[in-house]
């Protein structure tokens, strides 16, 4: 198995992990699962600013980790939120602690500082691993969204990368500093 960076050409397999958790669970806020063609888009949109990290194994994506901004206003570009997907077949293997420690190591190198996690509520398999990894919980945002007949909760989750200091400088763009990621990984 190998953690790399994503392309294009992942978007099918992506969108295979994800469609399960858009249709059948309210992990996802999304109500339609998005094409491969879509999650394409996606990766390569992302790609241009943050990292978006595969587990591969016998060439077929597996399990996948991203980050985004935070928010859009300057002053939070040192922040970003991050999400991990497992397929469920690969599950219980720590490819999710895996993905996190590389995706959290190339945005360090970016020079970002904290990075954020929202999870839908309940899933305590989830508040688990990030606490186990070194998330802190910061609050929840209580009945933010309606799927599956219910008003669901998000638990918001905070872990500082690094410290930066007065004067930071900005963060590195990820497409023209991929150097941030030493590819490929091996698991």
């Known amino acids: ?16 992990i994800y469609a399960p958790i858009v249709a059948d669970t309210f992990i996802s806020f999304e109500t339609v699962a998005p ?17 978006w990290l595969v587990v591969e194994q ?3 994506v597996i399990a996948y980790a991203y980050a985004t901004a935070h928010r859009t206003r300057d002053a939070y570009k ?9 397929a469920e077949d690969a599950r219980g293997r720590g490819l999710a602690s895996s993905l996190y420690e590389a995706l959290f190591a ?21 508040l688990a691993a990030h606490k186990k990894i070194g998330f802190q919980p910061i609050g929840v945002y209580p009945g933010v969204g309606f799927k599956h007949g219910k008003w669901r ?8 990368l690094q410290m930066l200091g007065e004067n ?9 500093n991929r150097a941030c990621f030493a590819t490929p990984q091996r698991l």
């Open 78 to 86: 040192w922040s970003c939120d991050a999400s991990v997907y497992v």
């Open 153 to 160: 909760d998000v638990s918001w989750w905070s872990l500082r």
């Open 106 to 126: 190339t945005l360090k190198n970016q020079g970002l500082a904290t990075v954020f996690a929202g999870i839908a509520l309940p899933n305590d398999a989830s």
């Open 35 to 51: 094409t491969p063609a879509e999650m394409s888009v996606r990766i390569e949109t992302t790609l241009e600013t943050h990292p």
């Open 1 to 16: 198995m190998t953690i790399r960076i994503a392309n294009a050409g992942d978007g099918a397999d992506v969108a295979e």
């Open 58 to 60: 016998s060439g077929k």
């Open 168 to 176: 930071p400088q900005p963060p590195l763009k990820f497409a023209a």
